[in-house]
């Protein structure tokens, strides 16, 4: 009967370990506008009709603030860690193991809560338009879309879309 019990905890053990480790992976970033980028100006502006040309497209990153670990990850590595390695050996080699497991859980699980909350770096793009009246407009937009240096657009109400 111990056999048995000792699968069964094993398996609880290493699928425990199997979602703590799926926290490794950074959270993707979803854009969710897109391009004709549509920003929001008073109405007086909204009816004015611009064209001209694209005469830059730059890209602009900024970087989010990470937050420290908490603890909570070389915590929860750490039961983790003493779980499996509880698992392995008889006597004092059964200690040995639970006592490296609980280590290097707790490494593990802190490099994992570290990764977890580092800072992201973002991307947007900065579109410049000189108008045919020879002046320039910038628009920052989260994508660029098909738009290219040189290409004819027009911008209606703050909306860019070629021409």
């Given amino acids: 009967m111990k056999n048995p019990t000792r699968f069964v ?16 992976a950074p959270q993707p970033v979803y854009q969710t506008s897109r391009y004709p980028y549509q920003p929001s100006y008073p109405a007086a502006q909204s009816a004015y009709v611009e064209y001209g040309r694209v005469a830059n497209i730059e890209v602009i990153r900024s970087q989010s603030s990470g937050a420290g670990t908490s603890g909570g990850g070389a915590v929860a590595g750490g039961v983790l860690g003493g779980v499996v390695g509880n698992q392995f050996g008889h006597g004092s080699g059964r200690a040995a193991a639970t006592a490296l497991g609980v280590v290097g859980g707790a490494l593990l699980g802190n490099s994992i809560e570290a ?5 992201r770096v ?21 994508s660029p879309g098909d738009l290219r240096i040189g290409d004819r657009v027009r911008i209606d109400g703050g909306q860019i879309s070629r021409f």
Avoid at 115 to 119: G, K
């Fill in 122 to 142: 973002y991307e947007s793009y900065r579109v410049s338009i000189q108008t045919d009246h020879g002046a320039y407009r910038s628009f920052d937009v989260p």
């Fill in 115 to 119: 990764n977890a909350n580092a800072p």
């Fill in 9 to 24: 905890s094993v398996t609880a053990s290493v699928l425990a370990l199997a979602a703590l480790t799926a926290c490794v």
